[in-house]
C-alpha cells in the first residue's frame, strides 16, 4: 500500500444514480442521518412514515429506526475489535443507505408477488417483504435462502435474479459484501440486460476488488452499461449524469493498466465533456464532477513526461474549481482544496527549478489539513501525516535541509504510530511507508545506518505480517522494502551475500506478481534485475552473470518503451549506462561499452532538449562515465576531456540554482577531470587546481554533512596527494594529504569497518610508496604495506572474489619495496610469486580482466630475477610470457597497451644487451620500443617523450660500446638530451 503521496483517483461517492434521488423520497418514508454534533459523535437515524405501506404505524417506524441504529452500532463495534477505521457519520450514512437500498429492493419482490401465481412462493415473497420492511436482515436471509431453494428447480429466471439481488442487498446492509458478491454475479449471469444489477455489480467490485480478476469483471461490466448508456441518452439526456460516472469509473479501472492508458484518457475526456455541459446548465450541482475528472486525468496524463504542463493545467482548473466552492462551502470542499493542491506539488517538484513552489502548495495544504484535524482529528491527522510525508521527500532532496526532512518524517511517524495504536489494521501499512522513507533518508549518512537498518526491518515486519493476512495487497511492498534493505546493506562489503538474499526474494515476488499482472509489476522486475546487477557485477568472478541481469533487465525495459516511450525510456537508458559501466570493465569489449554509453546519451539528450530541469543531471551522469570509458584510450584523452567539461557545465549550471543538490556532483566531476588532467605530466597545475576546487566544494559540504561528505574528502586528499608526491619537492606536503585522508578512514573505519577499511587499506598503499621513496624511511613504509596486507588479507578471506586483487596488488608494491634490499631479494621474489600466483587464478576466470595484471607482474618478476646473472634465462621467460601477453592485448587495443609492450621491450632489451653475443638483437628491441614510443609521442607528447628520450639513451649506451659505432651513439644522446631540454624548460 503505497501511501508515500497523495495522488488520488476520486471514485464515485454519491449514492448510485439509477436507484433514487434522496430528496425526493425522503417524504415517501425513506430514512437519513442527523448529525447532533460538529465532530459526529452524536448521530441519530430518522425514518419517515412511507404511505405505501398502509400497515406501517408510528411504533413500527420507531422499530426500524431502533434496528437501523443497533446495526449502525454493531458496525462499529464491529470495526473497533479489528483495530479498523471509525468514522460514525459515515457509518450511519452507510446504514442508512443500505436500508433505503432495500426499501427499492422492496418495490421490485412487489412486482414479483403481483406476477406470482404459485401460493407458497407468494407467502415466501411476502414474507422477504416483511422482513424487508421492519430491517429484520437475518430474518430476510433466511426467507430469501428459503426462496432460492425453491427456486432452484423453477425456471422463472426474472424471480430467481430478483431474489438473488434482494439478497445481496441484505448483505451490503449487513456489512458483508463478500456475501453479496455471488448473488450480485448471479442475478447479473440471470439479467445482464438489467441495468441495476450491473451497475451495482461493477460498482461492489470496483469499490472493493478481491481479485485481479474482479477488477477485469469490473471493467467488463462498466463496458457492458457503457453500450446501454450510449444509445439511451440519445433520447434520455436525464442518464447523461448516469454516462459520465460510468466513464469515469470504467477509466480509473483501465488507467491501471499501464498500456491502456490512451484508452482510459478517452473514457476521461468523455466524461469530463459530458459533465462540462451539465455544469454548463448547472453549476453548483455539477461543478464537482468536473474537478474530479480533471483531476483523475491530470493523474493519468502527467506519467507521460511530455505531457507534463497539460496535467499541470488540469490540476490548476481543478483547483479553481474547488476553491470556489470552497469558498462557499468551506467544510465540504476544503478538503478537495488541499488534495489538489498535494497532487499539484507532487507534479511540480518534478521539475528542479519548480520544488519551491512544489514546497508551497504542501505547506498550504498542510495548513489546510492542520485546521481540519484540530476540529476533526480522527478524520483529518491521517492527511496531515501524508502531507508531512510528502513535504520530507521534497526536502530531503536538498543536501542541507535532511535535518528538517527528519522532523517532517518524524512528525509523521508519531502521527501515525499514535493512529496505529488505535487501529493497527487501517494504520500500520502508513506507518511502514514512512518508515521505510526515513530509513532513505539517514541511509545516507554513514554514521546512522545502523539506524536505518532497524528502520527498515521494522517496516518490513510490518509488511510481512500484513502480506500474510492480504498478500496481494502487501506483497509488493514486502518486495520494496527488501529492494532498499537490500541497497543499503550492499554498501557493507561484507554483507554482500545477506544484500543478495533480500533481492532475490524481492525478485521472487515482483515475478510471481508480474505473471499475474505484467503491465504493472514488469517495471519493478527490471528494477530488482538492476539493482541485483550493479551489486553482483562488484564480484569480479560473476560478472557473466551480472551480464544476463543487465539484459533481461534491458529487455524488459525495451519492451515497455516500445509501447510507453515517454514513460519507460528513462529506465532504458538507466540499464544501458549501468550495463556500459560492466562491459567497459572487460578491455576487449570497450567498444561494446561505448556503443551502450551513445545510445543511453543519445536517449537522455533527446529528453532533455523537452525537459531539461528534469533530464539534464541524467545527462551529465552518462557524460562523465562515458569520458571514463574513452580516458581509458591514451590517444582519445582530447575527447574525454570535452565530456568531462560538458558534463562539468551542466552540473555547475544545475548548482547554481541548486547548490545544495549538485554541488556533490561538481566535485565528482572535478576530481575525474583532474585524474584525466595529470596523466599529462605538463598539465599537473591544472589537475591541481581541479583537485583544490573539489576539496574546497567537499570540505564546505562536510562542514554541514560530516557523516556523509568526510569519505568524499578522504577521496580527493588521496589523489591529491598522489599527484603532488610526483613532484620531489613537494613529498612532504603529499605526506600531509596521506596522513589526513588516513586519518579521516581510520576514524571511518572504527564505527564502520566493514566499510571503510578497504579505503584504510588503499591509503596505506599508497602512503607506503610515497615513503618508500625516501631510503632511510624504509622500515617504515614496509610497516605501512604490512597493515595494508593483513587488512586486505582478512578481507579476502571473507571475500576472496572480492579483495584476492587488492591482496596481489599490495604484494607486488611490497615486493618491489623488498627488492631493493639486495639482502631481500628471495623474500622479494616470493611476495611477487604470491602475487602471480593469485593474478593467473584470477586470470583464469577472467582472461581480459586479469592478464593485463598477471604480465605487469611477470615484467616485475624478470626485473629482479635479472639482477643475478645465473638465473637471466629465468628472467628471460618471464619477459617473453609478459611480452606475448602484452602484444596479444595490444593487438586488439593498441590505444591502451602498446605502452607497455614498448615497456616489456625496453627492460628484455637491457637483459639481452648484457648477453655480448646478443646486442645485435638487443638494438631490435631497442629500435621497436622507440618506433611504439615515438608514435605514442606523436599523438601525446608531454607524455611519452620521456620514455623516447629514456629509450634513446639506452640504444646509446648500446651502441657506445662498439667504437665503431660512437658516432651513432652520439646522435642518439644529442637527441634525448634535447628532449629532456625541452621538457625541463617546461
Excluded at 501515525?416 to 549518512?445: E, M, W
Aim: hydrophobic share 40%; net charge neutral.
Amino acid at each position: 500500500m503505497r501511501r508515500t503521496t497523495i495522488c488520488l483517483a476520486i471514485w464515485a461517492i454519491l449514492p448510485p444514480v439509477y436507484a433514487f434521488n434522496d430528496q425526493s423520497q425522503q417524504a415517501d418514508g425513506y430514512c437519513n442521518v442527523l448529525v447532533q454534533d460538529a465532530d459526529g459523535k452524536k448521530v441519530k437515524i430518522i425514518c419517515g412514515v412511507d404511505p405505501k405501506a398502509h400497515q406501517q404505524t408510528q411504533q413500527e417506524k420507531s422499530e426500524v429506526e431502533k434496528k437501523l441504529f443497533d446495526l449502525y452500532e454493531q458496525r462499529i463495534k464491529y470495526l473497533e475489535e479489528r483495530n479498523e477505521l471509525v468514522d460514525k457519520t459515515k457509518i450511519a450514512e452507510e446504514v442508512v443507505k443500505s436500508y433505503n437500498e432495500l426499501r427499492k429492493a422492496y418495490e421490485n419482490l412487489q412486482a414479483q408477488v403481483n406476477a406470482q401465481t404459485d401460493e407458497h412462493l407468494t407467502q415466501l415473497l411476502t414474507e422477504a417483504q416483511t422482513a424487508l420492511l421492519t430491517a429484520e436482515l437475518e430474518k430476510a436471509k433466511q426467507i430469501l435462502d428459503k426462496l432460492l431453494a425453491t427456486l432452484e428447480p423453477v425456471a422463472q429466471i426474472d424471480l430467481k435474479a430478483t431474489v438473488h439481488f434482494t439478497q445481496a442487498r441484505v448483505a451490503l446492509a449487513a456489512f458483508k459484501p463478500n456475501e453479496a458478491h455471488p448473488h450480485l454475479k448471479k442475478a447479473y449471469e440471470l439479467r445482464p440486460e438489467n441495468f441495476e444489477y450491473a451497475i451495482t455489480y461493477a460498482d461492489t467490485l470496483q469499490k472493493s476488488p478481491r481479485t485481479y480478476r474482479d477488477r477485469n469483471t469490473a471493467i467488463l461490466t462498466y463496458q457492458t452499461i457503457l453500450n446501454w448508456l450510449r444509445p439511451l441518452v440519445e433520447t434520455d439526456k436525464t442518464r447523461l449524469n448516469d454516462l459520465g460516472w460510468t466513464l469515469n469509473n470504467l477509466a480509473i479501472l483501465v488507467a491501471d493498466d499501464t498500456t491502456h492508458r490512451a484508452e482510459a484518457e478517452k473514457y476521461y475526456q468523455e466524461a469530463l465533456k459530458i459533465r462540462r455541459n451539465l455544469a454548463d446548465k448547472q453549476p453548483a450541482v455539477y461543478l464537482p464532477d468536473v474537478a474530479t475528472t480533471l483531476n483523475n486525468l491530470a493523474k493519468l496524463v502527467k506519467g507521460d513526461t511530455s505531457r507534463r504542463a497539460e496535467a499541470e493545467q488540469d490540476y490548476q482548473e481543478a483547483l479553481k474549481i474547488y476553491r470556489d466552492l470552497a469558498d462557499k462551502q468551506p467544510a465540504v470542499y476544503l478538503p478537495y482544496v488541499a488534495m489538489t493542491l498535494n497532487n499539484l506539488a507532487v507534479l511540480v517538484k518534478g521539475d528542479i527549478n519548480r520544488r519551491a513552489e512544489a514546497e508551497q502548495d504542501y505547506q498550504e495544504a498542510l495548513k489546510i489539513y492542520r485546521d481540519l484535524a484540530d476540529k476533526q482529528p480522527v478524520v483529518y491527522l491521517p492527511y496531515v501525516a501524508t502531507t508531512l510525508n510528502n513535504l520530507a521527500n521534497l526536502v530531503k532532496g536538498d543536501t542541507s535541509r535532511r535535518a528538517e526532512a527528519e522532523k517532517y518524517y518524524q512528525e509523521t511517524l508519531k502521527i501515525r504510530r499514535d493512529l496505529a495504536d488505535k487501529q493497527p489494521a487501517v494504520y500500520l501499512p502508513d506507518v511502514a511507508g514512512t518508515l521505510n522513507n526515513f530509513a532513505l533518508l539517514i541511509a545516507s549518512d554513514t554514521s546512522r545506518q545502523a539506524e536505518a537498518e532497524q528502520d527498515y526491518q521494522e517496516a518490513l515486519k510490518i509488511r510481512r505480517d500484513l502480506a500474510n493476512k492480504q498478500p496481494e495487497v502487501y506483497l509488493p511492498d514486502v518486495a520494496m522494502t527488501l529492494n532498499n534493505l537490500a541497497l543499503l546493506i550492499a554498501s557493507n562489503t561484507s554483507r554482500r551475500t545477506e544484500a543478495e538474499q533480500y533481492y532475490q526474494e524481492a525478485l521472487k515476488i515482483r515475478r510471481d506478481l508480474a505473471n499475474k499482472q505484467p503491465e504493472v509489476y514488469l517495471p519493478d522486475v527490471a528494477m530488482t534485475l538492476n539493482n541485483l546487477a550493479l551489486l553482483i557485477a562488484s564480484n569480479t568472478s560473476r560478472r557473466t552473470e551480472a551480464e544476463q541481469y543487465y539484459q533481461e533487465a534491458l529487455k524488459i525495459r525495451r519492451d515497455l518503451a516500445n509501447t510507453q516511450p515517454l514513460v519507460y525510456l528513462p529506465d532504458v537508458a538507466q540499464t544501458l549506462n549501468n550495463f556500459a559501466s560492466l562491459v567497459a570493465s572487460d578491455t576487449n569489449r570497450r567498444a561494446e561499452a561505448e556503443q551502450y554509453y551513445q545510445e543511453a546519451l543519445k536517449i537522455r539528450r533527446d529528453l532533455a532538449d523537452k525537459q531539461p530541469a528534469v533530464y539534464l543531471p541524467y545527462v551529465a551522469q552518462t557524460l562523465n562515465g562515458f569520458a571514463s570509458l574513452v580516458a581509458s584510450n591514451t590517444s582519445r584523452r582530447a575527447e574525454a576531456e570535452q565530456y568531462y567539461q560538458e558534463a562539468l557545465k551542466i552540473r555547475r549550471y544545475l548548482a547554481d540554482k541548486q547548490p545544495a543538490v549538485y554541488l556533490p556532483d561538481i566535485a565528482w566531476t572535478l576530481n575525474n577531470l583532474a585524474n584525466l588532467a595529470s596523466k599529462d605530466t605538463n598539465r599537473r597545475a591544472e589537475a591541481e587546481q581541479y583537485y583544490q576546487e573539489a576539496l574546497k566544494i567537499r570540505r564546505y559540504l562536510a562542514d554541514k554533512q560530516p557523516a556523509v561528505y568526510l569519505p568524499d574528502i578522504a577521496w580527493t586528499l588521496n589523489n591529491l596527494a598522489v599527484l603532488v608526491a610526483d613532484d620531489t619537492t613537494r613529498r612532504a606536503e603529499a605526506e600531509q594529504y596521506y596522513q589526513e585522508a588516513l586519518k579521516i578512514r581510520r576514524y571511518l573505519a572504527d564505527e564502520q569497518p566493514a566499510v571503510y577499511l578497504p579505503y584504510v587499506a588503499q591509503t596505506l598503499n599508497s602512503f607506503a610508496s610515497l615513503v618508500a621513496s625516501d631510503t632511510t624511511r624504509r622500515a617504515e613504509a614496509e610497516r605501512y604495506y604490512q597493515e595494508a596486507l593483513k587488512i586486505r588479507r582478512d578481507l579476502a578471506d571473507k571475500q576472496p572474489a572480492v579483495y584476492l586483487p587488492y591482496v596481489a596488488q599490495t604484494l607486488n608494491s611490497f615486493a618491489s619495496l623488498v627488492a631493493s634490499d639486495t639482502n631481500r631479494r628471495a623474500e622479494a621474489e616470493k611476495f611477487y610469486q604470491k602475487a602471480l600466483e593469485i593474478r593467473r587464478d584470477l586470470a583464469d576466470k577472467q582472461p581480459a580482466v586479469y592478464l593485463p595484471y598477471v604480465a605487469d607482474t611477470l615484467y616485475n618478476l624478470a626485473v629482479l630475477v635479472a639482477s643475478d646473472t645465473s638465473r637471466r634465462a629465468e628472467s628471460e621467460k618471464y619477459y617473453q610470457e609478459a611480452l606475448k601477453i602484452r602484444c596479444d592485448l595490444a593487438d586488439k587495443q593498441p590505444a591502451v597497451y602498446l605502452p607497455y609492450v614498448a615497456q616489456t621491450l625496453n627492460g628484455f632489451a637491457s637483459l639481452v644487451a648484457s648477453d655480448t653475443s646478443r646486442r645485435a638483437e638487443a638494438e631490435k628491441y631497442y629500435q621497436e620500443t622507440l618506433k611504439n614510443y615515438s608514435d605514442l609521442a606523436d599523438k601525446q607528447p608531454a607524455v611519452y617523450l620521456p620514455y623516447v628520450a629514456l629509450t634513446l639513451n639506452n640504444l646509446a649506451n648500446l651502441l657506445q660500446s662498439d667504437t665503431t659505432r660512437r658516432a651513432e651513439a652520439k646522435k642518439y644522446y644529442q637527441e634525448a638530451l634535447k628532449i629532456y631540454r625541452d621538457l625541463a624548460d617546461k
